[in-house]
């Protein structure tokens, strides 16, 4: 009787050795089968944020897009009375993009225009009095505001053109663009 309850005792030993390098085993293959979904996932993240960012870059070359930066006006030599403090985005675009058809198809035949508070579009880099004509105009909107300033521009401008002159002739005895101008050529 001494005998089996041994062997019965080596068995439950046994028995308990196995299942716990069973469950030894088992862990370690839940571990790397997590290990592995994880890379898996990480790497499907990686597609999803290469494709995304690179469905962006079509996008903005589609549009014409051709750089964008960030103005810093501390840089530039502005005369008086004008005195921006922030940094102001610019759009520069090509020629043959839906950007530059839009600002060509003007009545005006813009080159570029100051959409504040979002930035100034431009065909292709601007000449300095080009540029410093836009930011006269983004400190005169911010000045007054943009949208006090944008209704006075097109009310302006629609007074100019009922006065009998063409669109392109409003567009230069305009007042602010007067100003601009003048300010540019400073």
Known sequence: MEY?????LILILLAV????????????SIYTINARLHAIVNEIEGTIQQSTIKAGEN?????????????STKNLDLPEPVDIEEAIPCVIVASDSIFAWILRASPINASGITLNPLGIISIGEMPEEKLKEELYHWWDASRMGPLSYYATYVLEFGV????????????????LEVTAKTYATQ
Do not use: R
């Open 160 to 175: 100019l053109c009922i006065k009998n002159l063409s669109s392109n002739d409003a567009y230069w005895n305009l007042p």
């Open 17 to 28: 050795l196995v299942m716990s390098s069973s469950f030894t085993y088992h862990s370690d």
């Open 4 to 8: 089996i309850k041994k062997a019965f």
């Open 59 to 71: 996008m903005i070359q589609s549009l014409g897009i051709v750089q964008v930066e960030i103005l």
